[in-house]
Structures are given as C-alpha cells and as structure tokens.
C-alpha cells in the first residue's frame, strides 16, 4: 500500500486561482480536485495542517516577514463568502484567522468527499484527526507545525501496514526528522520535494547508510545548531560550512551530539561537544584537522537573527525546542 503523508499547507499555497472561483465552496472543489489529480497514485493520502490558532506562535516573525508591507485583511469563512478575483491567494492567506477557519473547511470537506467516492484520506487540522476508514483520534496532537506531525503520520501508516510511504514537503526540518526515525519507517520511504527542475524524489534508506547510525542521530541536533525554523544562525557561515566542520568531528564529538534533545537539560559532554563545534565553525581552524571534545568556555557570537548567544545557558533553552525523536537503532 503506498501512502502519501502531505503537507496540505504548502498544496493550498501553491493553488492557483482562476477566474470561476467566486467562493469558498469553489475554492474547496478546486482544491480536493488538484489533490486527487495530483496523488491519484496513492492508495491512501493524509493532509495534514499546520495549527493558526495559537496566540503566541512561535512562527509569527516568520508569517510577518513573508506578509511584507501588504495589509492584512481578515476574510470570514462561509461557503458562500466572496472571494473575487483581486482577492488574491496570498492575500487570502495572509490572516491566520482565516487560515485557521480556511484550513478546517478544506479538511472537513476533502473527508466528506473520500467519504462519498469510498477512499481512503486522513486529514489533521488544529488538534483534530479524521481519516475515512478507521477512528483516528488516537493521532490528535497539540503540536503547531506539520513538520512533527507529518512524521508521526508517517510512522503511523507504516504501523498499518504501508509498503511505501512517500513525504511531500519542501522543509528542511521534516526531511531531517525523517532521516532521524528511519528505522521505525517502511523501507522504501522516500522525501519528495521541490517544482519543475528542482524536483526530486530522495530514497531515505541511500542517505541513512551513506551517514551510518552515529551522525544520522545527531543530525537533528546539528540541523537546530545551525538554523532551523526557530534557531538562530552563525553570523556569515552557511550550511556547507557547519556540514563541513559536522562531516569531520570525531566520533565522540558526534556521540556526545546526538544527546541533545533527549533529556530535560543537556548534559555537561553534550555541552562540551556543542561549544566544540561552535568554535570550530567560526574560527575555521584545528590542531590536528579533526574536532575534539575539548571544554570551549567561551560563547561563540550568534548572529542578529538568532534569539541568544550560543553560550551553554542557551544550549539549554534550545535544546527545549527539539522533539524527543527516536534515534536509530542503538542511540537514546
């Protein structure tokens, strides 16, 4: 059975809106359309939505930044409301009222249409779960962002019997987790990302053995020490450069790593193991050319975006915002 786990966010986004769209109720025909065309591979789809009904979201600089200068205006949900052509998608979506209200109606009417053609569809929203075969409310969660629960679905259609589970997403955070809790996942999982040319469908199970169990553990960590959603970033030192210092750590430093997250505080090896790596990425330089857990007292300067300095007080605070995954076999 081949189930696709999607984020149905990013499918809303990316709708287009023609001209007969004059209502809500155009706008979800349209929408399950597109779905339905676009997985009609699959024998099983879940849709699952971020939350937007939290007041202090952790997304909210982020949503302001993609907003820009355009004026935020809040459109009632009512199948017949009207949303015209100079209503534009992004416009649409700008209020995270409306999306919360947006996103129920979508997930409400794609059940009730699985439901008529005798398919089978699960769809998250808000801290619901609905599925068209079976009761799913042992999957409700509270959790705002897909990305957790994209792979909590996954693992859950693996649980029931899929051969091929397939992830449709263009984050980076998910694609991590998902590497992460591999060895609970089918074995032909794939991570399908990206449009037109940068399209791309990645076998998990080719990257899993490429790293090993070690740095496979370790990459959620690694991921929220060099920029994630809601991490901050090295002041002018990307991704290839963090992968690099990452790719060549010793095996301690990795082991040591790959703890974080999975206890309350971090340990005083993890700490070390995290400030070791921090210097290294920004200084650029070693002894021997291998990176090793040696005590880095000193804070390494975190750029203007990041919400701390990277000192082991705020290793602590973002250790506190990583989800306590499974590790591969054999880890914590």
């Known amino acids: ?21 004059q209502n809500y109720s155009h706008l979800a025909d349209h929408f399950i359309c597109r779905i339905c ?13 971020d939350r937007y009904d939290i007041p202090a979201s952790l997304k909210q600089a982020t949503r302001q930044k993609r907003q820009g200068q355009q004026d935020v205006i809040y459109y009632r949900l009512t199948p017949s409301t009207l949303i015209t052509n100079k209503v534009t998608m992004k416009k649409l979506l700008s209020h995270t009222s409306t999306n919360d209200e947006l996103e129920k109606y979508l997930a409400e009417q794609t059940i009730e249409y699985a439901e008529r053609n005798r398919a089978r569809a699960v769809v998250a929203y808000g801290c619901e779960c609905k599925g068209t075969k079976r009761d799913m409310s042992y999957l409700k969660s509270d959790q705002e962002e897909a990305d957790t629960k994209i792979v909590l679905h996954a693992l859950d259609a693996t649980a029931n019997g899929a051969t091929e589970v397939r992830i449709h997403s263009p984050d980076t955070d998910v694609f991590i987790l998902a590497l992460r809790r591999y060895s609970d996942l089918c074995q032909h999982t794939v991570f399908v990302t990206g449009k ?14 490429a790293l090993g169990p070690l740095k496979t553990a370790a990459l959620p960590s690694f991921h929220a020490l060099t920029e994630a959603d809601n991490t901050g970033s090295f002041t002018k030192k990307g991704k290839p450069t963090c992968w690099s210092v990452f790719n060549e750590a010793h095996d301690d430093v990795i082991q040591a790593l790959s703890q974080l997250g ?20 920004v200084y650029q330089e070693t002894e021997t050319g291998q990176i090793t857990t040696t005590p880095a007292h000193t ?3 975190a750029s203007s975006d990041s919400p701390c300095p990277l000192t082991a007080t705020s290793m602590e605070q973002r250790d506190r915002t990583q989800s306590s995954f499974a590790s591969p076999e054999g880890f914590s």
């Open 262 to 281: 999975t206890s309350d505080l971090p340990s005083n090896e993890t700490l070390e193991a995290v400030e070791s790596i921090e210097m290294v990425v």
């Open 299 to 301: 804070g390494c300067v």
């Open 37 to 49: 065309e676009k997985y009609e591979d699959s024998d099983e789809i879940r849709l699952i939505f």
């Open 196 to 209: 037109g040319e940068n399209y791309r469908t990645i076998e998990i199970q080719t990257i899993v053995r």
């Open 1 to 21: 059975m081949r189930v696709s786990v999607i984020d149905a966010m990013v499918e809303v986004q990316s709708i287009d809106k023609p001209e007969q769209i």
